[in-house]
C-alpha cells in the first residue's frame, strides 16, 4: 500500500466509521468489467453476504485500487449489505483515460457514477436500493455523482470530499496548492496530463464550472449525511456540499441532509489532542444506511441534523469547549466582529483612529515564509507553533490583549485588507492563531488570496503598484473557544510554502516562468481603511 492510501486509511481511522473484517467469512469476491455509455468498460468487485438475497448495495469507486477493498472494507456484508468496489476509468484495472481526474464522474458526457449505479441495480443481487459511501477521492465522486441523479440512487455517505474542484481542491484563494495537488497526482500515478490541465486553467472557467458540485445542488435529489474536519484539506467543501444541497437540493435532498464536523485533519495530527473527539453515536454511519436502505428512510429524523465539535484549550480540564454540540441548521446564529489591527501590532475591537497608519514588508518568492501546519496532506498538518515563522520580517503580528473571559468564535473566518504592493499581482495571507499562556501560537486555520482575483475568480485583474485595494481572504470554518489567560493572535504576511505555491510577483501566472521579483507589501490600518478580521461570535439563543 502506497504512502497516501496509508493516510486515506489513516483519515477514515480518525472517525471511526470503518471496521476491519476477515473478507474469508464472507462469499467469494466475484469481477465483473461493468460497460459505461461510451464502451469503456470499469474493473468492478462485488462482495455479497451469505443467505440468499436480494439486498441493499453499497458502492464505493476509488482510483486507489478496488483490490485493497477487503483490507480496509467495513463490516457491510456481515450486516446484510452487498459492497461493490469499482476502480475510475483509467485506474488500475479498468479501461479508459483517468484524466481530467473525476470529469467523468459528473453529469456530463460521461456518466460513470450514473451507469455503475443503474447496472447494479439489474442485478439479482440488488433489491433496487444502491447507497454510496467513501473518503477524501471515494467522496469527491459521490458528490461529482449525485447531480447525475441515478434512479436507484438512495443516499449518500461522504467523508472529507470537496464540493468545488477549484476552490477547495487546485486552487484555493486563486494560489495552487502545490503540495497537495503535485504531491497526490505523482503518488497516485496518474496520467501527468492531469497536471498539465490543471496548470493551463488557472482561473475559474468553463472547465471547472463543468465540474464544480456546488453549482449543480440543485439537481440532486437523495439524502448524504458530510462528515468533516476543521483542519481537512477539504473542511469548507464538506461544508458547503451540506449547505447548498440541504437547503437547495431537489426534493428528496432538501432538509435531509447532515453534517458532523470534528476535530480532525486529512490524516492525524498529535500537536493538540481533543477529547471525547470520537464520532457521536447518533450520527454514527449504521444508523444512516439503516434508515435509508432497510426503512424507507424511518429513523432519519432521529439523527440532529448537525453535530459539530467546538474545540477548546485541550490541556485544561476546566476550560470551555472540547465537546460536541448540536444544531438545526448551519452556520449557527452569529454576530460577525471586526477585530481591528493597529500599526503597533495589537488586535482589538476598537478602529483606528489614525489618519495614516501602515506597515510594509518585502516578499521574495525565492525565500517564501514556510508552511508549519494546517489543512494539508502529504506534509505535516494540523495546529502546530507558529512562532518560528513568526519571527520573519516579511510576517506580521496582530495580538490581542490577554483575555479575561472565553471568547467563541464558530462559523467562517474572514481577513479584511487594505494593502498595496510595488509589484502588479502578489498573494496575501492570514492565519488565526490561538496563543497559550506559554508563548506558544498554535494554529487554528489560514487562507490565502492571489491579489489578481480580489474582484473575483474567473479573470484576472493586475493591480497598479502603489494603488490601496480592498482584499477579502477566506480563511474557511472553525469551532473554537478562546480560553481565559489566551490570546488570539492574526498573521498577515505573502508566502505559505509548500502549502501555495509562491506567487512571482511578476505579473504572470506562477509556475508558468522562473523569473520573480521582490515585492514591497504595505497593509494599512488608518480610520478610512480599517484592515480587521471578521469572527462569527455566536449569538446566544433567543437573541
Known amino acids: 500500500m502506497h504512502k497516501l492510501l496509508k493516510r486515506v486509511v489513516a483519515i477514515v481511522s480518525v472517525v471511526l466509521l470503518v471496521t476491519r473484517v476477515c473478507s474469508t467469512a464472507q462469499s467469494a469476491k466475484q469481477t465483473f468489467m461493468v460497460p459505461m455509455r461510451d464502451g469503456v468498460k470499469l474493473a468492478t468487485d462485488i462482495h455479497l453476504p451469505k ?29 446484510g449489505y452487498a459492497l461493490v468496489a469499482q476502480d475510475m476509468r483509467g485506474r488500475f484495472a479498468s479501461e479508459g483515460d483517468d484524466f481530467l481526474v473525476f ?14 449505479v443503474e447496472w447494479i441495480a439489474e442485478q439479482e443481487w440488488c433489491n433496487g436500493k444502491v447507497g454510496t459511501v467513501g473518503g477524501s477521492a471515494c467522496g469527491i465522486v459521490q458528490n461529482m455523482m449525485a447531480p447525475s441523479r441515478p434512479p436507484h440512487l438512495v443516499c449518500q455517505w461522504v467523508v472529507v470530499a470537496c464540493s468545488s474542484m477549484y476552490h477547495q481542491g487546485m486552487y484555493q484563494g486563486g494560489a495552487f496548492r502545490k503540495s497537495m495537488v503535485e504531491g497526490w497526482l505523482e503518488q497516485t500515478r496518474l496520467n501527468p496530463e492531469n497536471l498539465k490541465i490543471v496548470r493551463a486553467h488557472p482561473e475559474f472557467d468553463k472547465l471547472w464550472r463543468q465540474v464544480d458540485a456546488e453549482l449543480a445542488a ?93 474545540m477548546g484549550d485541550p490541556s ?16 449557527i446564529p452569529a454576530k460577525f466582529t471586526p477585530l481591528h489591527f493597529h500599526a503597533e501590532g495589537t488586535l482589538d475591537t476598537t478602529p483606528s483612529k489614525e489618519e495614516k497608519a501602515s506597515r510594509s514588508y518585502q516578499y521574495d518568492p525565492k525565500n517564501p515564509a514556510p508552511t508549519v501546519g494546517g489543512a494539508n496532506l502529504l506534509i505535516p498538518l494540523g495546529p502546530k507553533d507558529q512562532r518560528e515563522v513568526e519571527t520573519r520580517p516579511d510576517v506580521l503580528l496582530f495580538t490581542s ?11 467562517r473566518v474572514k481577513a479584511i485588507l487594505w494593502a498595496s504592493s510595488s509589484a502588479p499581482d502578489t498573494d496575501f495571507t492570514a492565519k488565526l492563531t490561538d496563543v497559550y499562556p506559554d508563548g506558544r501560537s498554535m494554529l487554528v486555520m ?15 485583474e493586475l493591480m497598479e503598484p502603489g494603488t490601496m485595494y480592498k482584499f477579502e481572504i477566506d480563511l474557511w470554518s472553525t469551532s473554537i473557544i478562546f480560553n481565559r489567560g ?6 498577515i504576511s505573502s508566502s505559505n510554502s509548500p502549502r501555495f505555491e509562491p506567487n512571482p510577483n511578476t505579473g504572470e501566472h506562477s509556475g508558468h516562468s522562473e523569473k520573480t521579483a521582490v515585492a514591497t507589501n504595505t497593509i494599512y490600518f488608518d480610520a478610512a481603511h480599517a484592515s480587521h478580521i471578521l469572527l462569527p461570535l455566536p449569538v446566544p439563543h433567543g437573541q
Open 51 to 79: 443467505g440468499e438475497g436480494p439486498w441493499p448495495v453499497l458502492l464505493t469507486r476509488t482510483p486507489y485500487n478496488k483490490d485493497a477493498g477487503p483490507e480496509v472494507a467495513m463490516g457491510l456484508t456481515q450486516k
Open 103 to 116: 470529469s467523468h464522474d459528473g453529469w456530463g458526457d460521461h456518466q460513470d457514477g450514473y451507469d455503475t
Open 218 to 310: 440543485s439537481r440532486v435529489n437523495v439524502p448524504a449525511m458530510f462528515v468533516g474536519g476543521w483542519y481537512d484539506i477539504f473542511c469548507q467543501g464538506t461544508i458547503n456540499s451540506f449547505v447548498t444541497i440541504h437547503n437547495n437540493g431537489d426534493e428528496g435532498a432538501k432538509g435531509r441532509c447532515k453534517l458532523v464536523m470534528g476535530p480532525w485533519g486529512h490524516g492525524f495530527f498529535t500537536d493538540l489532542t481533543y477529547p471525547n473527539n470520537q464520532t457521536p453515536k447518533a450520527a454514527d454511519h449504521w444508523n444512516w444506511f439503516e434508515a435509508w436502505l432497510k426503512n424507507d428512510g424511518k429513523g432519519a429524523e432521529r439523527i440532529p441534523t448537525v453535530h459539530y465539535y467546538v
Open 316 to 331: 485544561d480540564p476546566k476550560a470551555p469547549g472540547n465537546e460536541w454540540r448540536t444544531a438545526d441548521a448551519w452556520p
Open 401 to 411: 490583549d490577554v483575555l479575561k473571559e472565553p471568547i467563541e468564535v464558530t462559523g
Open 446 to 460: 489560514d487562507g490565502i488570496l492571489r491579489a489578481r482575483y480580489r474582484n473575483g475568480f474567473e479573470k484576472s
Open 486 to 491: 489566551h490570546r488570539i493572535r492574526v498573521v
